[in-house]
């Protein structure tokens, strides 16, 4: 009645004429109201509750290259625990402050920009893969470029390597920064040739990824560490149109007991402004005030501008893509068709699993694709790289696995984010999950399989990927 702008009892009336006697509280099928409908002379369109979505986000890129004009590079810190992830981010923000800001107040808001010879770079203030692969399992890419920082007193650690295996995943690339050059023991061609091995080649051993020596305490080498980041930016000719409706992704978000939802989020295209009403996953916002990095009230934000943003009705969630609309009305529209679907796919994914091992052989075929990921997990090292050769050798030139990661110990929760963010299942030998581990690879789908002889692990993929090869499956 509401859309049509019938009264209610018209409508009822009509219903009691078919025969139907309802009241207004009543549920009818899309039938009876198509029928409703036309008999009180109007048209209907049948669309499909899906559809409350179409047309919400920008498809086509080429928007940006043509009507693009350049913008920042966004670049994230990863890197083994104590290697200088913090201590250089605050660094490089110090450094920029105290040329630019009177009073040098900072405030951290999740995202930072610095400015070096009139351009400006983006930082990501949370280190680490984990908020990097969270975003990537979400559908969110943020980062243009990641810095691998490794410290030169200490060279390649396991996360090292799993800082890189996500970089690779993502398919972002990599300046290494060797960090803590003024202690004594810094030795960094031994970084450079620890990485050889986990096929990073630096420049100066006839790589191509940069490197750039580094301390965050003395604050050598930060200069060519942005100059490095700028030059990459400029071969990646990174683009954006700002002329648009924007668009970006949320990075941090919480319920502040004063300001309400409170999300900072990134502007990927497009400028965001203060009254524009935007969709982030399930919440929507109609924008009261936009705050920058510095703890100022700003109107706009363009592309690769990180920005908070006041004024939402719920807390969306790090790694929700959001996007403005024309309405209150539109918003609440796709907010409730997603909570309803969330709820929807929550209750069903705890039953199935995506990240199987039948279930990815299913989706290759659907989808013509020649690569299957996997993560692998195994008790030593030795064990793990005689998996990586074995599985590596199964793949003929139809289809070939491709192992996303390779590292010795138990399956952690990062581990799962990594398979979850590839859609991989995750081949654990000799080793079991944690708890969390447990929990979080049920919640997202990801099956982890056991093995303790590697003939049955071998013969389990060639076994899968046999039905995926043959035609009548
Ligand atoms: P994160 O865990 O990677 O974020 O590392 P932090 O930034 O917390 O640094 C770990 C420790 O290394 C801290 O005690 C820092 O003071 C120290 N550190 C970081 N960078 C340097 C550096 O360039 N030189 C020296 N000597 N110490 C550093």
Known sequence: ANRMAERAVDVIKVLMT?????????????????????ELGHTVKRVSEADVEEGLFSTDSADDDEAGAPR?????????????KTSLLDAIRNANVVQGEAGGITQHIGAYQVEKNGQQISFIDTPGHEAFTAMRARGAKATDIVILVVAADDSVMPTTVEAINHTRAGEVPMIVAINKMDKPEADPNRVRTDLLRYEVQVEGMGGEVQDVEVSATTGQGLDNLLD???????????????????EGVVIEAQLDKGRGPVATVLVQRGTLKKGDILVAGGAWARVRALIDDHGKQVNEA????????LGFQDTPSAGDPFAVVETEARAREITEYRQRQLRETTAAR???ARGSLEQMMTRLQESNLREFP???????QGSVEAIVQAVEKIGNEEVAA???????GGVTESDIALAAASEAPIIAFNVRANKQARDTAQAEGIEIRYYNIIYDLVDDIKAAMEGLLSPER
């Open 72 to 84: 920042p590079p966004v670049v994230t810190i990863m890197g083994h625990v104590d290697h200088g």
């Open 18 to 38: 078919q025969g139907q006697m309802l009241t207004v509280n009543d549920i009818i099928d899309a039938d009876t109201a198509q029928l409703i409908a036309e």
């Open 374 to 380: 996997i993560l692998v997990k195994g008790d030593v």
């Open 350 to 352: 705890l039953g199935t």
């Open 402 to 408: 491709r192992v996303i990661h390779a590292a010795p």
């Open 228 to 246: 490095a980041i700028l030059l990459q930016a400029e071969i990646m000719e990174l683009k954006a149109n700002p002329d648009r409706a924007a």
């Open 302 to 309: 363009g592309p690769s501008a990180p920005v908070e943003v």
